[in-house]
C-alpha cells in the first residue's frame, strides 16, 4: 500500500505543476480547451465505457465541444451511442493502421456537440499490427493532436488491458481518469496501473497526469460499499472525485437504447451523477488553467 501511496502522490504532485501552456493560453483566449482525458483501467466491467458515454454526452450538454474515441475491439461505446453494428463503417482502424482520413471516419451522434471515432472488431487486429509499425506507440497522439483545437475535451474510451492500444490512448492523453468499481478488492489492480502510469511518465509521456479517481456502481445501501468508499479516499485523498456514480439500473439499460443515459431517463440518479461529474471535471479545469476554462 505504501508504494501505492507513494506512487499517487508522485503523478498527482506532477499534476498540480501541469504545465501545458498552450492548452492554457487558448482557454484563456476563449477558444477550445482541447484536453485530451484516457478512462482507463484495465481491469474488466468497472465502468469505463459508461463514464465516457456518460460524462461526453454530459459535457456536451454544458455546451462543451466534445469528441469521444472507442478505443476498445468489443465496440462498446459506438453501439451504445447508438450505432448499430456495420461491416462497412470506416473505424478508429482505418485511422490508426490504413491512415485513411479523419474526415471519413468521425461521427456526429444524436447529441449536439459530441462527436465519435467509433470501432469494431477489427481493432483486434490493430493491436498486433501496431507492433511491427513505426512510432507505434505514438499513432493514436498522432491521429489526436490535431484534432484537440476543435475540441474542448476528448474522452478515450480504452479496452480492459494493458496493451499497444491502451498505450497509445496514455501516450495520446494529457491526463487519465479512473473508475473504480466499489466492491471488495477495489484495490486489485490499481497498483498495476499506477506502476504502469509511471514507468509511461519517464518513457513516452512525461506530461501524463491523473485527471480524477472515480467510484462507480456505489450501492449507498450496503455497508460494504460505504466502507470500500472510505477506505478508497483514505488512500487516494483528494484525487477521488467528491461525485460517486450509484449503482443504477438506467444507466445499464440505456445502452441497448443506443442512448446517454440522460437522453433515456434525464430524471435517473445516473444522469444526474455523470452531469455533477461533468461539472466537477469542469471546474477542475478552471482551478487548474483559470476562469477561461
Ligand atoms: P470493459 O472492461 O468490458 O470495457 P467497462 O469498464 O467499460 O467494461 P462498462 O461496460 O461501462 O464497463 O460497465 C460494465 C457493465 O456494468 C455494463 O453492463 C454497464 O451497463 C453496467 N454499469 C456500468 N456502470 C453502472 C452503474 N453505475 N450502475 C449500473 N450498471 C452499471
Ligand atoms: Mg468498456
Redesign the pocket.
Same mark, same amino acid.
Request: hydrophobic share 10%; charged share 35%.
Given at each position: 500500500m505504501k508504494r501505492i501511496l507513494a506512487n499517487v502522490s508522485s503523478v498527482h504532485n506532477s499534476a498540480c505543476t501541469f504545465s501545458d501552456n498552450s492548452a492554457r493560453f487558448a482557454s484563456l483566449r476563449g477558444e477550445n480547451l482541447g484536453r485530451v482525458i484516457a478512462i482507463a483501467n484495465q481491469k474488466g466491467g468497472v465502468g469505463?465505457?459508461t463514464t465516457t458515454v456518460n460524462l461526453g454526452a454530459s459535457l456536451a450538454a454544458t455546451e462543451r465541444r466534445a469528441l469521444v474515441i472507442d478505443c *476498445?475491439s468489443?465496440g462498446?461505446?459506438t453501439t451504445a451511442l447508438g450505432f448499430a453494428k456495420d461491416p462497412a463503417r470506416r473505424t478508429l482502424y482505418n485511422l490508426l493502421i490504413l491512415d485513411e482520413s479523419i474526415d471519413r471516419v468521425l461521427l456526429k451522434t444524436q447529441v449536439e456537440g459530441l462527436d465519435l471515432i467509433p470501432s469494431d472488431k477489427n481493432l483486434v487486429g490493430a493491436a498486433i499490427e501496431l507492433v511491427d509499425m513505426e512510432n507505434r506507440e505514438y499513432r493514436l497522439k498522432a491521429i489526436v493532436d490535431p484534432l484537440k483545437q476543435n475540441y474542448d475535451y476528448v474522452l478515450i *474510451?480504452c479496452?480492459?488491458a494493458l496493451d499497444l492500444l491502451t498505450l497509445n490512448a496514455l501516450a495520446a492523453a494529457d491526463s487519465v481518469l479512473v473508475p473504480i468499481q466499489t466492491e471488495y478488492l477495489a484495490l486489485e489492480g490499481v497498483s498495476e496501473l499506477l506502476d504502469t502510469l509511471m514507468r509511461l511518465r519517464r518513457t513516452i509521456n512525461p506530461s501524463l497526469a491523473i485527471e480524477g479517481i472515480l467510484l462507480t456502481m456505489y450501492d449507498d445501501r450496503t455497508t460494504l460499499s460505504k466502507q470500500v468508499a472510505a477506505d478508497l479516499r483514505s488512500f487516494f485523498g483528494a484525487q477521488v472525485y467528491e461525485t460517486v456514480i450509484p449503482r443504477n439500473v438506467r444507466l445499464a439499460e440505456a445502452p441497448s437504447h443506443g442512448k446517454p443515459v440522460m437522453f433515456y431517463d434525464i430524471h435517473s440518479k445516473g444522469a444526474e451523477s455523470y452531469l455533477q461529474l461533468a461539472k466537477e471535471v469542469i471546474a477542475y479545469g478552471t482551478k487548474r488553467f483559470g476562469a477561461g476554462a
Open positions: 469505463k465505457t *476498445d468489443q462498446n461505446m *474510451d479496452p480492459p
